[in-house]
T-cell receptor, first 110, second 114 residues
Framework: QKEVEQNSGPLSVPEGAIASLNCTYSDRGSQSFFWYRQYSGKSPELIMSIYSNGDKEDGRFTAQLNKASQYVSLLIRDSQPSDSATYLCAVRSTGNQFYFGTGTSLTVIP | GAVVSQHPSRVICKSGTSVKIECRSLDFQATTMFWYRQFPKKSLMLMATSNEGSKATYEQGVEKDKFLINHASLTLSTLTVTSAHPEDSSFYIC??????????FGPGTRLTVT
């Protein structure tokens, strides 16, 4: 079982819709969770971090964490074509190691 | 967010030569730095983890004699690709982190070996 799993997509949503990206992790003791955005040919950029159960909102982005279900998600409201990218879920485990998912490719269609 | 720089951003070298890539954390002291490589349309592949002043920990399958990592200070790590060959052509990305915090990525170095 991989440490962090994501649906590779591609996920396509129309402009203005909500994009929902999901991630599950295997280490129940993990405490830190991150979402990165990576445009083609560029390095990943941190967009959200979340540490406690519930929702965390930042602009159009909302991260949701459910430690009991070992599930973390990212919602992008009012999706824009500029949101088209690969989104990487990352988890910092109890051993202080980082694990990345393989990424979900998102395309926002104008 | 924190800033991590990488230099050079792009390098072309001849087969058999060595290339050094620098990674600097500009506004924080990084307890740990990571080196990744990424092939087109593929996911990040962790190569090694380095802590300041100690030897890097390499992932399985990564040759430590080929990919030399030095983490001389809390703000600088270098990756040297020795005796580069065309199959080493890739996008190399470093990242830096403070204890308990996020990883911040550098902009990456695109290496082409001819």
């Amino acid at each position: 079982q991989k440490e962090v799993e994501q649906n590779s997509g591609p996920l396509s949503v129309p402009e203005g819709a909500i994009a929902s990206l999901n991630c599950t992790y295997s280490d129940r003791g993990s405490q830190s969770f991150f979402w990165y955005r990576q445009y083609s040919g560029k390095s990943p950029e941190l967009i959200m971090s979340i540490y406690s159960n519930g929702d965390k909102e930042d602009g159009r982005f909302t991260a949701q964490l459910n430690k009991a279900s070992q599930y973390v998600s990212l919602l992008i409201r009012d999706s824009q074509p500029s949101d088209s990218a690969t989104y990487l879920c990352a988890v910092r485990s109890t051993g202080n190691q980082f694990y990345f998912g393989t990424g979900t490719s998102l395309t926002v269609i104008p | 967010g924190a800033v991590v720089s990488q230099h050079p951003s792009r390098v072309i070298c001849k087969s058999g030569t060595s290339v050094k890539i620098e990674c600097r954390s500009l506004d924080f002291q990084a307890t740990t730095m990571f080196w990744y490589r990424q092939f087109p349309k593929k996911s990040l592949m962790l190569m090694a983890t380095s802590n300041e002043g100690s030897k890097a920990t390499y992932e399985q399958g990564v040759e430590k004699d080929k990919f030399l990592i030095n983490h001389a200070s809390l703000t600088l790590s270098t990756l040297t690709v020795t005796s580069a060959h065309p199959e080493d052509s890739s996008f190399y990305i470093c990242s830096a982190t403070r204890e308990g915090y996020e990883q911040y990525f550098g902009p990456g170095t695109r290496l082409t070996v001819t």
